[in-house]
């Protein structure tokens, strides 16, 4: 039983196991940095605005998440990664590291991580991109690490500055609201095809 749990196939599987799991955290930050992109864009968006429709954020926003954004989001990549080869242990192994890093930056904290900002994402850095302003909160989407929005030119953490002003307009406050929120809003698209095109955050 251990052995089938541990076994994977291909030469990730081959790794040793903490190797795997090294690579499964890169290699899922990677994966959700593009799928979180794309979820700020029109089609994804009324699903991602659930997550950032939280006006004061701390570490329980990380839960506040749409079922759809977090099949696609999170199993989704999870299955990406899998196809790849790693053993499933790998994923049991980086779970707590997920779970810790997933509330610490949406804490309600001023760290930015100082000289290491580009290395590891902090409660600054995430917290920009929960930003009211949509020109701002799209950007920082690396779920771990900012190198990958220094790559693509997304990164945006001014110096000295600190984030407020929290949240996006139209999702409703409470529970079963959210749940249905996004759906409304693409049956409202299909029923008004030839309308006049709305700003991105507010479709």
């Given at each position: 039983?251990?052995?089938?749990?541990?076994?994977?196939?291909?030469?990730?599987?081959?790794?040793?196991?903490?190797?795997?799991?090294?690579?499964?955290i890169v290699v899922m930050d990677v994966i959700q940095y593009w799928l979180h992109r794309a979820f700020h864009?029109?089609?994804?968006?009324?699903?991602?605005?659930?997550?950032?429709?939280?006006?004061?954020?701390d570490w329980t926003t990380t839960f506040r998440v749409h079922p759809v954004n977090f099949v696609v989001y999170?199993?989704?990549?999870?299955?990406?990664?899998?196809?790849?080869?790693?053993?499933?242990?790998?994923?049991?192994?980086?779970?707590?590291?997920?779970?810790?890093?997933?509330?610490?930056?949406?804490?309600?904290?001023?760290?930015?991580?100082?000289?290491?900002?580009?290395?590891?994402?902090?409660?600054?850095?995430?917290?920009?991109?929960?930003?009211?302003?949509?020109?701002?909160?799209?950007?920082?989407?690396?779920?771990?690490?900012?190198?990958?929005?220094?790559?693509?030119?997304?990164?945006?953490?001014?110096?000295?500055?600190?984030?407020?002003?929290?949240?996006?307009?139209?999702?409703?406050?409470?529970?079963?609201?959210?749940?249905?929120?996004?759906?409304?809003?693409?049956?409202?698209?299909?029923?008004?095809?030839?309308?006049?095109?709305?700003?991105?955050?507010?479709?």
């Open positions: 039983m251990t052995a089938a749990i541990a076994a994977g196939y291909g030469p990730a599987a081959r790794l040793p196991l903490a190797l795997q799991a090294l690579a499964v864009g029109r089609t994804l968006w009324p699903f991602h605005a659930v997550h950032h429709s939280a006006i004061d954020l999170s199993a989704g990549a999870l299955a990406l990664v899998r196809i790849i080869g790693f053993s499933p242990a790998a994923y049991l192994i980086i779970g707590p590291f997920n779970l810790v890093v997933g509330a610490m930056v949406h804490a309600n904290l001023d760290w930015t991580f100082g000289p290491f900002r580009y290395v590891l994402a902090s409660p600054v850095f995430h917290r920009w991109h929960h930003v009211r302003d949509p020109a701002v909160h799209n950007r920082n989407f690396a779920p771990t690490f900012p190198v990958l929005d220094l790559m693509f030119g997304t990164f945006y953490m001014p110096r000295g500055q600190l984030p407020e002003d929290y949240g996006v307009d139209g999702v409703p406050p409470h529970f079963l609201g959210q749940l249905v929120y996004p759906f409304r809003v693409l049956a409202a698209r299909i029923g008004r095809p030839h309308a006049p095109e709305a700003p991105a955050e507010a479709r």
